[in-house]
């Protein structure tokens, strides 16, 4: 099923494209988790690290969004090493964070008066819990 989807691409007249990010590498095994990450997406032909530039480019018919959220899964910090590709991450990443507000933290440990919902504190505790100890 994966190698159709490779053929569907290849039919389009799409070409390979390097992907390069700039990723905060700490120590040479950073170097070979990266590549690791890499490995399992479809479509890409090269991976080249260069520790001492903190840069790893990647090469083949892949989404380069697809690319740095697997890089950013084991990097936080990772970000295009354009920085005009960044704005375009940045503004989806505040869209994303308005769109899912957070609730305060007072209303949501003490219900008001009336209300039929349990406080957060008990529900995050009977998750933790399994149902025999509920029980005692």
Known sequence: ???????AAACMNVEA???EMMVPLYSYGCERKMK?????????YSVNV???QQKVTVWGICNKYDV???IRSKRKGTRF??????????????DEAQAA??????????????????????IKL???????????
């Open 68 to 70: 740095l959220s697997t």
């Open 1 to 7: 099923m994966a190698d159709m989807q490779i053929v």
């Open 81 to 94: 090493w354009n920085p005009e590709d960044n704005i375009n991450v940045e503004l989806e990443e505040e």
């Open 101 to 122: 507000p957070i609730p305060s933290s007072s209303s949501s440990l003490c219900p008001k008066k009336g209300s039929s919902l349990p406080p957060l504190a008990l």
């Open 36 to 44: 690791k990450a890499l490995a399992h997406l479809k479509g890409i």
């Open 17 to 19: 494209q390097y992907v």
């Open 126 to 136: 009977s998750r933790s819990l399994s149902w025999k100890a509920l029980k005692k």
């Open 50 to 52: 260069d520790f001492h």
